[in-house]
């Protein structure tokens, strides 16, 4: 009998996201310098830093929202070729709407305040082509219930919800299409402690039954050491360090970096 | 040669109230509209002697197309003797020296506010819709450069929502007039508030049909043989008003749209909505001899 031995799964997959030397400026201000990341199949990938260090820019990029001065931006997925910022406005949004979701930290940015919760979710899948009022309504309740929403507020409008509710309604949303990619900016900023802790373990738990890729940005690295596994620290619009989770908390380089994980302990 | 023999006599207006610019400006206008099924063009709406929101949009156009020899019926609510249909038709004959009918087989132009004849329109004649709102995503989305942006992307994903939240809330799609369809598998319209009984009438037609609002100033046109297909869930199937059964207490036609008239012992009777479909069918009863012309429903059902 021989014995094979799998190669380790980082060798074996290609990143599943690709960001390479992505520069935007506003007028003078440089909000991104020759950045780049990368994201693996399953991964989640935490982008640290100060306000105004760039972090939501990139994540706005990932989702397509905007389209930097140089860099490239590519998704190994089946039918997705090619460098992301050069797809015509059409075929962005119908990349956006079926592959990549977000969760936003101001719920107003991606929900529509009075429509029902549900009606929010099904709008997801009304863009992508179903037109099955059943379908619709049983697949909206799988996502609301998968993001641990209390089915009997279904037909709420998110005006009427609690803050943590809001942000699990924008998470079965995002979830509703099944993505490969899903991009949270600061999803628990403004939240109190408590509901933070509960949204954090419907989001970690999410990312082991589904295996999704996530990037998630903040500012609190609490969030950050609970889920990611691997850190990018940013700083100015650079990324200052970026390694494995355990190794930049155990053993930062960056002097911003010690300050931060020092700041924080 | 002198400059009186070269010019045209003096005329206290241009033929058809409105002057020559205005017209070519219309007609290209809604040549643009036929080109692009159901999409909204705008257009410069000028004055004309009524308030904006009474059909000025229909008028226009009307006093675009009309010549001479074309016979002009102008129907309000499915009336054509009401005040505003009655005004509409004796300016448009006054200031274009057109023939009037009521009779719709008799018809080449018809204006109509919030009705489409019972009667089969075939392809010579013309059918004007005053509309409104001819903006379908107004309730979804109020900002118009967005809204124009999602047409052009065909971006329906809330026009959809909008119904979906309707049967969750009501168990059933709401709407009932102006309901949102889907012309030649492109753009959404609205078809001005013709109830969801006339709608199927436009599926495929044998007529042109332009609809123009004055107000909001854009001209859209549903040319002949197009689809219209009303925006329905694969599994919630498009309803008409249930009127197939209802029988009009004056002409005693069965199966077509009516209207409800409230009796003073609290019960109400109903009487056939296109005025005059139920004349000529009170005249035939009386034994005139009176053409009928092919109807859309037959026995109160649209025949797929």
Not at chain 2, 247 to 262: A, K, L, Q
Request: proline share 6%; net charge neutral.
């Amino acid at each position: 009998m021989t014995l094979t031995l799998d190669a380790p799964r980082i060798v074996t997959t290609h990143p599943l996201l690709q960001v390479h030397h992505v520069s935007k400026s506003y007028g003078s201000v440089n909000a991104l310098r020759d950045v780049s990341a990368i994201a693996y199949p399953g991964e989640v990938l935490g982008i640290v830093g100060e306000s105004g260090s760039g972090k939501s820019t990139l994540l706005r990029m990932m989702n397509l929202e905007e389209t930097p001065d140089t860099g490239s931006y590519t998704l190994d997925l089946p039918d997705v070729e090619g460098n992301l910022f050069d797809l015509d406005r059409f075929a962005r949004r119908m990349l956006c709407a079926t592959r990549i979701g977000i969760v936003y930290q101001n719920p107003h940015l991606g929900l529509l305040m009075k429509h029902s919760s549900s009606g929010n979710v099904a709008e997801r899948l009304l863009v992508a082509g179903e037109r099955s009022f059943a379908t619709l309504r049983a697949k909206a309740t799988a996502a609301l219930e998968a993001s641990e929403f209390p089915l009997d507020r279904l037909d709420a409008p998110p005006i009427e919800l609690s803050g943590g509710m809001q942000q699990r309604v924008q998470l079965a949303k995002a979830i509703a299409l099944e993505p490969a990619l899903l991009l949270l900016d600061e999803p628990t900023t403004g939240l109190d402690v408590s509901v933070q802790a509960l949204v954090l373990d419907t989001l970690k738990r999410l990312q082991q039954e589904r295996r999704i890729t996530m990037v998630i940005v903040s500012h609190d690295l609490g969030v950050i050491k609970t889920l990611a596994d691997r850190v990018m620290v940013m700083k100015g619009g650079e990324v200052v360090e970026a390694g494995l989770a355990d190794q930049i908390f155990q053993d930062p380089q960056h002097a911003y970096t010690q300050q931060l994980v020092h700041a924080k302990l | 040669m002198t400059l009186h023999a070269l010019t045209k006599p003096w005329e206290p207006m241009s033929y058809g109230f409105l002057d020559a610019s205005a017209k070519r400006e219309i007609r290209r206008k809604m040549i643009k509209a036929i080109a692009v099924p159901g999409c909204q063009m705008p257009y410069a709406s000028h004055e004309v002697p009524m308030a904006r929101g009474w059909g000025t949009g229909g008028l226009q156009v009307s006093l675009t197309l009309v010549n001479p020899s074309m016979r002009v019926k102008v129907i309000d609510q499915g009336a054509d003797d009401s005040v505003n249909a009655a005004s509409i038709r004796r300016f448009i004959a006054r200031v274009a020296g057109t023939p009037t009918t009521m009779d719709t087989l008799d018809a080449d132009l018809i204006q109509s506010r919030h009705r489409i004849p019972e009667e089969v329109l075939r392809e010579d004649q013309v059918l004007v819709l005053q509309v409104p709102n001819p903006e379908p995503l107004r309730p979804v989305q109020p900002n118009m450069s967005i809204a124009r942006q999602m047409h052009a992307d065909a971006d329906y994903g809330r026009m959809w929502l909008q119904l979906y939240e309707q049967i969750v809330r009501s168990g059933r799609v709401m709407q009932g007039a102006s309901y949102p369809s889907l012309v030649h598998g492109r753009h959404v319209m609205t078809p001005s508030p013709i109830p969801r009984w006339d709608v199927p009438k436009l599926h495929m037609a044998k007529h042109l049909t332009i609809l123009s609002a004055g107000r909001e100033k854009r001209i859209f046109a549903v040319p002949p043989f197009t689809r219209v297909e009303p925006l329905v869930f694969s599994d919630v199937p498009y309803k008409v008003e249930d009127h197939a059964d209802l029988t009009c207490h004056r002409s005693g036609t069965r199966g077509f749209f009516m209207n409800e008239i409230p009796q003073d012992d609290g019960t109400s009777v109903f009487e056939v909505s296109d005025s005059a479909w139920g004349v000529k069918a009170i005249r035939r009863r009386d034994g005139e001899e009176v053409a009928l012309g092919e109807t859309w429903y037959k026995n109160g059902k649209m025949p797929s």
